[in-house]
């Protein structure tokens, strides 16, 4: 395992669930598309790309917080609604709050 690999998780509280926020390398199912983040329900686990900009990394954590803040809720949703919040949440500081937060509760 490389040194990118081996970082410390972070940590989130997301709708009353502790969630781990881990950086690793993550491939698409699909070789022809990127793979910046991914919500895994079952183990309240957040997975970032750590090998994208960090903006990217801090955007793709709303992305994600946001899938978990509506499969909490039992929400329907489509990619572009999520796309789009986390877009601007992350125009807003969103992004950067919540990976300092995530850091300092780990």
């Known amino acids: 395992m490389s040194k990118k690999e081996t970082k410390k998780a972070m940590e989130l509280t997301i709708g ?3 969630y781990k926020i881990v950086e690793l390398p993550l491939t698409h199912e699909d070789a022809s598309k990127e793979l910046y983040g991914r919500h895994m329900v079952k183990d309240n686990i957040i997975l970032i790309n750590n090998e994208i ?6 955007e793709t954590l709303v992305h994600e917080v946001l899938h978990a803040i509506f499969y909490n809720y039992g929400l329907e949703h489509k990619e572009g609604l999520i796309d789009a919040i986390s877009n601007g ?3 807003l500081g969103v992004g950067e709050y ?5 850091k300092k509760q780990s």
């Not at 900009?53 to 801090?58: A, G, I, L, N, W």
């Not at 919540?98 to 995530?102: E, F, G, H, I, R």
């Open 16 to 18: 009353g669930h502790h």
């Open 53 to 58: 900009h960090e903006s990217r990394k801090q």
């Open 89 to 91: 949440l992350f125009q």
């Open 98 to 102: 919540l990976w300092k937060t995530s």
